[in-house]
């Protein structure tokens, strides 16, 4: 018999993270994330694993980091202002190379601002929160299943590819109930971090491997590891030489490019003929498809484009899509964050429009429609 619960996006996550092999969280309450924070507290004993509430926001985040440098498979959730603070740990993770997902669930801002109100504007956040050049990836589920199934992938690409994933929701998809099956969604076999083995004689934790992903030093098993927040030789320890330092940045970005297939993930909604392609994801996202579904009825093809990988951005799978289009539309509930990708990678001449809501409320489908009749008129 089917495993079919009515579940929270925000609960989905956490489920997602507990059957993907998550033992460490570490949390600090905030609206709209707090119910994965309660889940995980309960669920995470279950497993012989470790729950923490910490007494801020920068500190669950440097918890979730060293919990992970232990070996563990470890999470934070978070929203809007707690986003914020976790970026100077988060760029340490991004830097060592050290893995962790971190949920963001986008409400409106900026500071406190609108604490139960559903919001899309920490898309630019996700990619440039931290300083410097760095990896991340970046998913984004537009459904309560998705909530499930992209945390495991979360926890899949982190493990595997030493480069932190953040989990990206608005308020909507976080709050949303929804009928899942959940025994129809576990994953076939866990990703496991590749740890260390061998000889312990000159090992160096951050080598240049043929796969761009040095095998992860565990504490315990001997392998000498120098772990730092500084740019760094192979070795572990700092550097400040120009060719060296700029080998050892590019090969922590290079990777993703060299394992895009493994992180890029997207749903194309009746784009092969479509006049105008919309791009949306999250909560706007499920308001596009019911409009292209009505716009298709009113005789106008359009289609949909939606990114389960926000970043790096799907840039050739888009591409594909636009031949023939005369026009993009992008409905987002910021000032115009995703549009901005997506005007520099349109080269040709083809107009990119964005639909933008700031008031707190969801864009709906309706508006789309009336965008799109406006676009085309």
Known sequence: MANQINLQGNQACALGAIAAGCTFYAGYPITPSSEVAEAMSRELPKVGGTFIQMEDEIASMGAVVGASMGGLKAMTATSGPGFSLKQENLGYA?????????????RGGPSTGMPTRPAQGDIMQARWGTHGDHPI???TPASVAECYTETIRAFELTERLRVPVIVLIDE???HLV????????????????????????GFEPYAVTDDMIPPFPRPGDGFRSHTTGLTHLPSGFPTQNPA????????????????????????LVQTKDADLLIVALGISARAAQQAVTDLRADG??????????????????L???????????????NQGQMILEIERLMARDLPVIGLNKIDGEAITPAEIVAKVNEVLS
Not at 178 to 201: H, I, M, W
């Open 172 to 174: 909507v998809i976080g």
């Open 244 to 267: 060296k330092a700029e080998a050892a940045l590019v090969r922590t970005t290079d990777k993703l490019d060299l394992h895009a297939d493994l992180i890029a993930s997207n749903e």
């Open 178 to 201: 929804e009928t899942v099956d959940l025994d129809a969604l576990q994953p076939e076999k866990l990703v496991e971090r590749t740890f260390a083995t061998g000889s312990k004689d």
């Open 319 to 333: 591409k594909a899509c636009v031949n023939g289009a005369k026009a993009i539309l992008v409905p987002e509930m």
């Open 137 to 139: 990836i970046v998913l």
């Open 300 to 317: 106008i093809k359009a289609g949909l484009f939606r990114p389960k990988t926000l970043w790096p951005f799907p840039e050739s799978d």
């Open 94 to 106: 991004c830097g060592a190379e050290i893995p962790c997902v971190i949920i963001n669930v986008m």
